[in-house]
């Protein structure tokens, strides 16, 4: 073997890259923990464990400062494998500490997986109220509707993220282009009866001319939202239609004819159709008698499958979620005087895989633990 | 004779753990002590009068001893009693705690106009180095009330504030705010504002209820009727529905013994449902007859009435009346605080047996130990069969949790090894998770109500029971670890096998805590998953878990592959402890994700000096072998 090749094997084998692995990943954890009151849980992730390298502002450039979650991984993962296939040996005395270890390597994959393919949403359902869609909870989109047909709807959805990057947007079942022509990541909407000093509106149609849009700063706090606003300049075959003022700010949609049809535009939460709906039969929020502690919340829903026919009942509740078409709604909270319920929706293909992992490196944890401890138990035993 | 020492030693102890009921608090009349173990419904549970003056008492001023101005000493249910029955006595007591030097000067008062001026220049010396107040620490309702109006404003500035961004100003008068609306709401839970003869109100209503409901009635339907029967009755009416409001102590019970909690009334309502129902009912009057047998002084007649009424009870509800007796006694009989000074003496006697009398001083302390753990069993066992949950649902339980696992697996080393190091870290353990306890008391009902998310036994009883024992075996890793180097810098007594032996232990030790730190943690990670459909979700309590996890697990790498030896070792365990406590309190001060508890602002200092501690013990550690004393040729 050239010594350049052994130099890799022995650093990829070595338990003391283990441990400086190790080191490392504590502080990012540490590090990332700290950065939450900043960031808030989802950016954090973005960061620190969806990434190879952890990168900081430095005047104007993002400098790589720290490796990232998925070079610490990946690293450990290789010296794992790459250690165990090295010292492999046959017998009993070790059986622990493998089976321990192909737990953590499946662990290590499978948390890379749903960190990849997990989705979250959330679903709100008024009592009584039926809903075939979950939103994003991070996500908007502007969907433009041809609402001529009274019986069915056209949508064309486009992302945040498109018209953030101020591209023109040109859609086949849209007879026009979307072109932005500003846009704010988190916004205040006022009335502009309310604010006389307001500049000029670059917006000429719809709601626009009469509202005034002020930048935010971006917001990462869990329990806050950004509310863009966007202003999109609508261009026809024969020049332009006008500029609209688009924002999350804004509940319904705004309507206009064009093209011998009619037209409706709304910035929302992205949506997730789902091929079934969940209608809410009853919420119920019980407390301790006496006081405002929460002893319960529960959403009592009917799942309506798809194609009609007999639906069955769910009752989800603390600690009892629903699984249902490969998602999980579990209760997020309450809204509304209590009418209104909040479901995280969450879908997760990997889910099993923790449970297989943890089972394996507990099992094996505890192997290990019990032949030591026989061990010294006979040894003390000796007289 | 040498050799009975010990036994001598751990009977005098039990003796007066069996004691401190029955003596504590000294001559307690008994019909006060059966008015305390009397049953209401508050925070959710039905408890006995006395936890509430006593768990009130921890919050507004951070004792349970209360002091009158001419310096008798007050039990908790004679204080309460005074709040409830004769309040303008009570007014006079100091319990409020104000230390915020801003806070004082909103309340016209400043270090100096409270200074204590002691006799004698020992007391003074002590004064000096902070072993006595120096000043005034505690102010009486009637000191702030004129203030009132400043401080409910300030409230209102703060109030919106978060609570990590507060200022210490901030923070202190909305404690202050809290403690005086408890104060408030307590003294009006049986009876209104500025009576003075409740009874005897009562018994006038209700001769003249028939009268007074008749021309009420008349009045409404624009009949002739005598206005002012009518009009005593609404102002009647008006002062029950002021009780009602201002009070959250549901302190009367239904008529029948239905096991639904929610039955229970304030004495407002109840006293509100008189109108109707052409009576007054029976507790309330019950309750006024022992305010005018007391605020009469009268103690033959209070104790007759607490008497018929505690067995009027006793038919309808037996079941939640032993129980609230069983709390009572537990109070009363404080075994943490017992096993505190227990496992003190314990330690004393451990690090005695290794500069002297190795023999007797390590049995005394093996059998202190054993006691302090018997004692704090009983205490956990007790508290379990109260709230009828496993043994951890708060903080402060996991405090009591940690100490009790910790010392559990330190008796198992010290049977093995015989060297009294387990015993010495038994009662170190023992004694600071007590303490932690005790401050963690000060927020209020420790046998509070479970929150809908954490309602759940299962969970309870598996992962938070195994992964608060995965943070007590860390920390006895890092204990044992501080025993070894503080007896080999600072002392002579670490020979080579007692050096060995300890390795072992810690080694032993870390092995146990990395199971049980990752099975806890894992099943953590399903309860996350059963409950909001994630496994993992990176918030700081899980963060905060999962280091020690990997904490322990660099440790018994760090040592299969050399990289450490027996210092080594002992350094990372020491370290051990830095990364228990962040994930224990540090995690909690940051106010976010879905685990915390709050930020509290003391806790922060005391884990900064703790952190600083163990850094310089690593320090002190890192000396050359030659410095230190056990190990100097």
């Keep these: 073997m050239p010594p350049a090749a052994r130099l890799i094997r022995d650093l990829l084998v070595s338990l003391r890259l283990t441990v400086v692995l190790l080191a490392l990943s504590i502080v990012l954890v540490f590090w990332a923990t700290l950065d939450q009151v900043h960031l808030g849980v989802w950016a954090v992730q973005q960061k620190f464990f969806h990434s190879v390298f952890v990168f ?106 498109v018209i953030a990057d101020g591209a023109t947007v040109q859609d086949p079942r849209l007879p026009f282009k979307m072109v932005p022509r500003g846009y704010y990541p988190n916004s205040a909407l006022q009335l502009r009866s309310q604010a006389p000093g307001a500049p000029q509106s670059p917006a000429t149609q719809g709601m626009g001319p009469q509202v005034v849009a002020t930048p935010l700063e971006v917001t990462y706090r869990q329990d806050e939202r950004n509310t863009p606003t966007a202003y999109v300049e609508l261009v026809g075959p024969e020049g332009s239609l006008g500029v609209w003022t688009v924002s999350t700010l804004l509940g319904n949609p705004q309507r206009f004819d064009y093209a011998g049809r009619s037209w409706k535009m709304v910035m929302r939460p992205q949506r997730h159709y789902e091929p079934y709906s969940l209608t809410l039969e009853k919420f119920t929020h019980d407390i301790y008698p006496g006081t405002d502690i929460p002893r319960n919340f529960s959403s009592r829903v009917r799942i309506n499958p798809p194609g009609g026919g007999e639906g069955r009942e769910a009752l989800i509740y603390m600690n009892n979620p629903l699984r249902y078409g490969g998602l999980t709604y579990y209760q997020a909270g309450y809204e509304n005087n209590d009418t209104t319920t909040i479901l995280q929706v969450v879908r997760n293909p990997s889910w099993l895989a923790p449970y297989v992992a943890c089972s394996a490196i507990a099992l094996g944890l505890a192997i290990q633990f019990l032949i030591h401890l026989a061990a010294f138990v006979r040894a003390r035993m000796r007289p | 004779m040498r050799k009975r020492i010990p036994i001598y030693v751990v009977a005098v102890a039990a003796v007066c753990v069996l004691l401190g009921p029955v003596a504590h608090p000294p001559g307690e009349p008994e019909a006060v002590r059966a008015f305390g173990r009397l049953p209401v419904l508050a925070e959710g549970r039905i408890k006995p009068l006395d936890s509430v003056a006593r768990s009130t008492l921890l919050v507004i001023q951070g004792r349970q001893r209360v002091m009158t101005p001419d310096n008798a000493e007050l039990t908790p249910d004679e204080w309460l009693l005074d709040v409830l029955f004769v309040p303008e006595r009570a007014d006079t007591y100091r319990v409020f705690v104000v230390d915020n030097p801003d806070l004082l000067s909103l309340i016209g008062k400043s270090d100096e106009s409270l200074a204590i001026r002691y006799q004698g220049a020992a007391k003074q010396a002590m004064a000096l180095v902070g072993f006595l107040p120096s000043r005034q620490r505690r102010m009486s309702f009637d000191e702030v009330a004129p203030y009132l109006a400043q401080i409910e404003a300030q409230e209102k500035l703060a109030e919106p504030v978060e609570a990590q961004a507060r200022t210490r100003f901030q923070s202190a008068v909305i404690q202050l705010y809290g403690s005086l609306a408890r104060y408030v709401r307590l003294r009006r839970c049986l009876e209104p504002e500025g009576t003075r003869d409740f009874l005897g109100e009562l018994l006038r209503l209700q001769e003249t209820l028939a009268d007074g409901v008749e021309a009420v009635r008349a009045k409404e339907a624009g009949r002739p009727h005598d206005e002012a029967r009518a009009a005593a009755v609404i102002a009647e009416g008006q002062r029950f529905i002021g009780m009602s409001e201002t009070t959250d102590i549901l302190a009367i019970p239904p008529e029948d013994a239905g096991a639904d909690p929610s039955a229970w009334n304030n004495a407002g309502q109840a006293l509100l449902e008189t109108f109707g129902q052409g009576y007054v009912n029976p507790s309330v009057l019950a309750y006024a007859g022992m305010g005018y047998a007391w605020r009469n002084n009268e103690p033959e007649k209070f104790a007759q009435i607490v008497k018929i009424y505690g067995s009027t009870l006793e038919r309808r509800f037996g079941r939640q009346l032993r129980k609230a007796r069983v709390e009572a006694l537990f109070n009363a009989a404080e075994p943490f605080y017992a096993g505190m000074l227990i496992y003190l003496a314990a330690f004393l006697c451990a690090v005695l047996s290794w500069l002297r009398w190795p023999g007797p001083a390590r049995a005394a302390a093996w059998g202190l130990v054993a006691l302090g753990w018997a004692v704090a069993t009983a205490g956990i066992a007790t508290r379990m069969w109260l709230e009828g949950r496993p043994p951890v649902t708060n903080l402060y339980s996991s405090a009591l949790f940690i100490g009790w696992g910790s010392v559990a697996l330190c008796l198992v080393l010290e049977a093995a090894y015989r060297n009294a190091i387990g015993t010495a870290a038994a009662g170190l353990i023992g004694f600071a998770t007590l303490v932690i306890a005790h401050y963690l008391a000060l927020t209020g009902d420790t046998l509070e109500m479970m929150r809908a998310v954490l309602d759940s036994n299962f969970w309870l009883a598996t992962h938070v029971v195994v992964v608060t024992t995965g943070y007590a075996s860390t920390f006895l890793a890092g204990i044992l670890a501080s025993i070894y180097i503080f007896r080999g810098v600072f002392t002579r007594t670490l020979d080579k096998a007692t050096a060995d032996a300890l390795a072992r232990m810690v080694y032993g030790i870390v092995c146990f805590a990395t199971l049980f730190s990752f099975v806890g943690t894992t099943l953590g990670g399903i309860w996350a998953d059963q409950s909001w459909g994630r496994f993992w979700g990176w918030d700081p309590k899980e963060n905060g878990a999962l280091i020690i996890v990997i904490w322990n697990a660099l440790i018994l790498h760090a040592r299969w592959g050399g990289l450490v030896r027996q210092r080594g070792l002992m350094c990372l365990a020491v370290f051990g402890n830095i990364v228990t406590s962040w994930s224990w309190f540090g995690t909690n001060m940051l106010g976010i994700g879905l685990h915390s508890y709050g930020f509290t602002e003391a806790a922060f200092w005391w884990l900064s000096v703790f952190v600083a501690s163990q850094l310089a013990l690593i320090g002190v550690a890192s000396l050359p072998l030659g410095r230190w004393r056990s190990f100097r040729a």
């Design chain 1, 56 to 161: 900081e502002r430095l005047g104007e450039m993002r400098v790589p400062v720290y490796p990232g979650g998925y070079l610490i991984g990946g690293l450990l993962l290789a010296n794992l494998v790459c250690a165990h296939a090295y010292r492999f040996r046959r017998g009993w005395a070790k059986a622990g500490i493998w089976t321990a270890h192909a737990g953590l390597i499946l662990l290590l994959v499978g948390e890379l997986v749903s960190g990849l393919v997990q989705q979250d949403f959330q679903m709100r359902l008024d009592q009584g109220g039926t809903r075939n869609y979950s939103e994003s909870t991070l996500y908007n989109e502007l969907a433009v509707t041809d609402a001529t047909d009274p019986k069915f709807d056209e949508v064309v959805a486009i992302p945040e993220s």
